[in-house]
């Protein structure tokens, strides 16, 4: 009933060109109210927008704040093989787009794990926060000890790539295999000549984000170029926060977080990982935090996946690297079919 229902509302779904910043010029004002009645607005934590299956919280605290983690606990739809898969997603993606993902997973005997962590998607976007991928290993390291679980596999997407390292760098008795597909931060931007950003400036920045914006970026960078229309669902999940009553809260959190991810490497850390480790790559990604600052000629450089993912490959101890020619940033929505096919066979290894 609920991937019935998750189904209809991803061909319900419409993308629309809607101004989502509080700003106070006219033609922002203009395009506010010409947001048309059928595109969603959702709050700060989603409210709204419904997940495939059951959400769960996890209640804790850090940095004397009382905060939860919204997750996802699924079990095997098939004979259980007594290994559990944790689904750490990017920046722009929350746990309900691993649907397909933790379909194909459960369905050959894997436990999922799909957390939304603090400052995303249906977790608590507290105003005051240190972000660091240090801090939400810890606290997925939280989540994964209330729920008694043992070694785990680490699967990161995207900026949950940038954190599945770090957690396996921090807890390396908990990860049984590293899984990373599309990560962004094989290379530091900052010292390839992307200029920082302040916060306010990100901030600034994401109070302009509309549907259209989304999609022509996601478009760009997560499809090669294409686009296909069950690709909507993921565009109005996050426009539709950005037109709801918490939209401050929500660009806030993403500026907090771009932050975060421009100033932690974890680059120069890919020699020190123990655990077998499968790099899942689609080489037209070209993703690279805060390009559109760069001079054009380091602009030019940047979010080479083609040439990133083999000099990564080379430095981690024990790695096996697939990729494929023609696709993006996000693989396993693109050609979900060749993803978990070469996904299952790398976990079986």
Known sequence: MKTARFALLVRSVLVAAVSLGPLLQPAVLQAQAAVPPQAPRYGAELEGFEYPHPVQQFRF?????????????????????????????????????WVATTGALRGAGYRVLAPDQVGFCKSSKPRGYQYSFQQLAENTERLLASLKLGKVILLGHSMGGMLATRYALTYPDRVEQLVLVNPIGLEDWKAKGVPYQSVDSWYKSELLTTAERIQSYQRATYYAGSWKPEYDVWVQMLAGMYRGPGKELVAWSSALTYDMIYTQPVVYE???????????????????????????????????YAQLAPEAAKRIPHCTLVSWDELGHAPQLQDPARFHQALLQGLAR
């Open 61 to 97: 605290e850090s940095q004397q704040q009382e905060l939860h983690m919204a997750y996802l606990d699924l079990a095997p739809s098939a004979k259980a093989n007594g290994h559990v898969v944790v689904l750490l997603h990017g920046k722009n993606f929350c746990a309900a787009s």
């Open 270 to 304: 890919l020699e020190q990982l123990r655990m077998p480790v499968l790099l899942l790559i689609g080489k037209k990604d070209n993703t690279a935090i805060g390009k559109n600052l760069a001079p054009e000629a380091v602009r030019k450089t940047l979010g080479n």
